[in-house]
């Protein structure tokens, strides 16, 4: 794990020797940029859902922030059986749902019934593709079955939150997608849907149903929608907001040279920033194309300007706190001149003087679009498309709001986008980068094949070497980058502003909120 905290803090508030917390109670106010739109967890993609989804719904088991270990949350405890095919939970018999049904096996069961459904569509429907088999031995216990043994078993069985049967198995499901349950979910976590005004606010209350005595503690947690960072930061600077993620680092030292109730943590985030091109398009279908456009790009230069060097170049499709990174790529080399020299060798050249590359009448022209409220992805833009007017490349810029931008891309109406991904804690390609997982299928939103891709992101994720594996996704990584479906750009630190006055904060490479059912106010947290 590579997580890196540059002010921690402490677990209790301290002013002049005394204690001086209100361990219950309170509220935190955190910004967005955009809408969660829905909470459904069979639907939700944005990095804003998910945040909420976490605090409302409970997971078998709690991942720890070393990506291997797992503790207990609905289960109890877990076993294998001795041919190492199945894990059997035993749950905990009294954690019920936010109307006071009782959290049961039935509901695991049902819960994988969804999420493998071709009519659902769960996004991260292959992570499931192993398991044959959900077995419910009474209504406390129940056992997963796999096709064969590989590392990430227990992984995949505790991969998604459990919902409820006796809400969900009345909606058709070709409606599940689509039904009031993403507007109005019934959680069995922390807290619970208080009041959503959409593009506005939404806000959670305190569970009081909640299985684990004495928490959360904070009875509420409200998300303020503002699709602006920089009126963000201004309502962070003057508390009317507590909390703010991906603060931009020109805003850095302004906040610590003038606000000093406002506390930085700063660690390498899960995040990676790309530029992806839609290989659908007749512009972006050699791989000889894509690599010049990479070549005519400085990332250095773009990470050194807009991120003030709180971020490092990506070197591909696997994230560096992955076990699985291959730490020797590296990214393609900015070379402008060598950028028009392939592409010259691919038939585009100015024919007709008017300062566009042109190839068999059609013009090197294209949209590059980005979510609006994000200057740093605007910036990405502008930077860019600069760097490719310089070799005779038109790009047009534009913004959507967020919900708009991500109907965009995901349903394939763009021709280049600046869009960013928080990877998951396994080493594994497939959302991103398999050809089964073009929307809905995944998140390949460039739409990217390649059978030699699949057939060693198959062999890698049911290896139980680990040496074995790593050798795998090396030149799975390998062949993705040669094939440059996106600009690998960034992944960039996470910069997080909370005031001092939560206490036990503590974040990590799951994520800022990890244990946010803990925090509480006090005056001041050293």
């Excluded at 590579?2 to 109670?25: E, M, N, P, Y």
């Excluded at 708009?404 to 594994?428: M, N």
């Excluded at 910069?495 to 800022?512: D, M, Q, S, T, W």
Aim: net charge negative.
């Amino acid at each position: 794990m590579i997580l890196v905290v540059l002010a921690s803090a402490a677990a209790s508030c301290d002013s002049g020797g005394k204690k001086q917390a209100r361990v219950s109670g309170g509220t935190v106010v955190i910004g967005l940029l955009g809408d969660p739109k829905t909470l459904n967890p069979l639907v939700a993609a944005s990095i804003e859902s998910r945040s909420l989804i976490d605090l409302v719904f409970l997971k078998l088991l709690e991942e720890q922030s070393d990506f291997v270990s797992f503790k207990p949350k609905l289960a109890r405890s877990w076993e294998f059986g001795a041919d190492s095919l199945t894990v059997t939970f035993a749950l905990r018999d009294d954690v019920v749902w936010a109307d006071g049904a009782s959290v049961t096996a039935h509901d695991v069961r049902f819960t994988w019934e969804l999420q493998v459904d071709t009519l659902v569509a769960w996004p991260s429907r292959s992570v499931k593709e192993r398991i044959e088999e959900v077995e419910v031995i009474d209504d406390y216990t129940v056992r997963f079955r796999f096709s064969g043994r590989y590392p990430y078993q227990l992984m995949d069985a505790n991969d998604g939150v459990i919902l409820p049967r006796h809400v969900l198995e009345k909606v058709p499901r070709g409606e599940i997608r689509v039904c009031e349950f993403g507007r109005s979910p019934l959680g069995n976590g922390p807290y619970k849907l208080a009041r959503w005004e959409s593009e506005l606010y939404v806000e959670l209350e305190k569970n009081p149903r909640y299985y684990e005595r004495g928490l959360p503690r904070l009875d509420r947690v409200v998300f303020r929608i503002v699709p602006d960072m920089t009126a963000l930061v201004t309502q962070l600077e003057s508390g009317e907001i507590d909390c703010l993620e991906s603060i931009p680092i020109d805003a850095v030292s302004e906040i610590r040279a003038n606000h000093p109730q406002i506390r930085i943590y700063t660690y390498l985030s899960r995040q990676q920033l790309f530029i992806a091109w839609n290989l659908r398009h007749p512009l972006f279908r050699s791989r000889e194309t894509r690599r010049a456009l990479a070549m005519a790009v400085d990332t250095d230069e773009i990470i050194r300007t807009l991120w003030g060097g709180m971020a490092r170049a990506s070197d591909g499709p696997m994230h560096p706190i992955l076990w699985a990174h291959d730490s020797s790529m590296m990214p393609v080399p900015f070379d402008p001149e060598g950028a028009k020299a392939l592409l010259a060798a691919n038939g585009w050249a100015d024919h007709d003087g008017d300062g566009v590359l042109d190839n068999g009448g059609m013009r090197f022209e294209f949209e590059m679009i980005a979510n609006q409220g994000n200057q740093l992805r605007t910036d990405v833009m502008t930077m860019t498309q600069e760097y490719l007017r310089r070799i005779g490349i038109r790009v047009v810029t534009r913004t959507f709001e967020w919900n708009t931008f991500v109907e965009k891309i995901t349903g394939g109406d763009f021709e280049s986008c600046v869009f960013g991904w928080k990877t998951a804690t396994r080493a594994d390609l497939t959302d991103l980068w398999r050809s089964t997982s073009v929307p809905p299928g995944g998140f390949n939103i460039a739409r990217y094949e390649n059978a030699a891709v699949d057939s060693l992101i198959d062999l890698a994720r049911s290896s139980l070497d680990l040496d074995d594996a790593r050798r795998l996704w090396f030149r799975c990584q390998r062949l993705i980058f040669d094939d440059q479906p996106v600009l690998f750009l960034a992944v960039p630190y996470e910069v997080v502003g909370l005031h001092r006055r939560y206490c036990e904060v503590k974040p990590n490479a799951i994520g800022f909120f990890a244990n946010l059912p803990e925090w509480y106010e006090g005056e001041i947290c050293p």
